[in-house]
């Protein structure tokens, strides 16, 4: 699950040389980005890799809950994604995510090999929202959760946004390891 992730300055100066047009205006310092949220988003407007702000989950028709996570493994099943997954890809680009682990100590997730995460979503044109789609923990999450973003590579970024081509092999990605940056307990999320 991803319910929390973060970046900063150079985060947004990298993700600003990715893309064509910027919609997205960022408040300097590093931040935090919580489901409900109004997150930046990578999608493709008008050919143009463009960087806008989404609300972070889909909104249940039913009730006033949020779908913040699709699991890669029904992605394509389910009707609520289905439709968005063939032609409403994007990225969500992040430093890095949090997860808790068991003791309630706060941990956080970076790349290794690149300064910016790329997680995938898929966003609802219509309703400017967007869910973060989640796969099975690879080995540096294992012991901390079940699941973790589906991160894509920089190098696949294209293929990811513009090519139904290789929508199946992405959705069975195992991410790369990451970097344990952090852990620290956040007492006000148990209290």
């Known amino acids: 699950m991803c319910g929390r992730y973060y970046f900063d300055g150079e985060t947004y100066t990298l993700i600003k040389s990715?893309?064509?047009?910027?919609?997205?205006?960022?408040?300097e310092g590093e931040r935090d980005f919580?489901?409900?949220?109004?997150?930046?988003?990578?999608?493709?407007?008008?050919?143009?890799?463009?960087?806008?702000?989404?609300?972070?989950?889909?909104?249940?028709?039913?009730?006033?809950?949020?779908?913040?996570?699709a699991r890669c493994e029904t992605l394509?099943?389910?009707?609520?994604?289905?439709?968005?997954?063939?032609?409403?890809?994007?990225?969500?680009?992040a430093?890095?995510?949090?997860?808790?682990?068991?003791?309630?100590?706060?941990?956080?997730?970076?790349?290794?090999q690149h300064a910016i995460l790329l997680m995938a979503g898929i966003y609802r044109e219509?309703?400017?929202?967007?869910?973060?789609?989640?796969?099975?923990?690879?080995q540096?999450?294992?012991?901390?959760?079940?699941?973790m973003p589906l991160v894509i590579p920089q190098s696949d970024l294209h293929k990811w946004?513009?090519?139904?081509?290789?929508l199946e092999s992405f959705l069975s990605l195992v991410p790369d390891e990451l970097n344990i940056i952090s852990g620290q307990i956040q007492q006000s999320l148990f209290d």
């Not at 407007?45 to 960087?51: A, F, G, V």
């Not at 394509?76 to 680009?93: G, N, Q, W, Y």
């Not at 309703?127 to 690879?138: H, S």
């Not at 946004?161 to 290789?166: A, E, I, K, R």
């Open 18 to 27: 990715i893309v064509q047009d910027n919609q997205y205006e960022y408040d």
């Open 34 to 69: 919580f489901p409900s949220q109004d997150i930046p988003v990578i999608i493709v407007k008008n050919e143009h890799l463009t960087l806008v702000p989404l609300k972070w989950g889909y909104t249940m028709k039913q009730n006033s809950s949020l779908v913040i996570n």
């Open 76 to 93: 394509l099943e389910k009707r609520m994604f289905a439709a968005d997954a063939k032609t409403h890809r994007c990225i969500v680009p």
């Open 95 to 112: 430093k890095g995510f949090y997860e808790w682990d068991s003791h309630k100590n706060k941990i956080s997730f970076e790349p290794k």
């Open 126 to 138: 219509t309703q400017n929202e967007v869910t973060i789609i989640t796969t099975k923990a690879n």
């Open 140 to 147: 540096t999450m294992q012991g901390i959760h079940s699941r």
């Open 161 to 166: 946004l513009y090519d139904n081509q290789y």
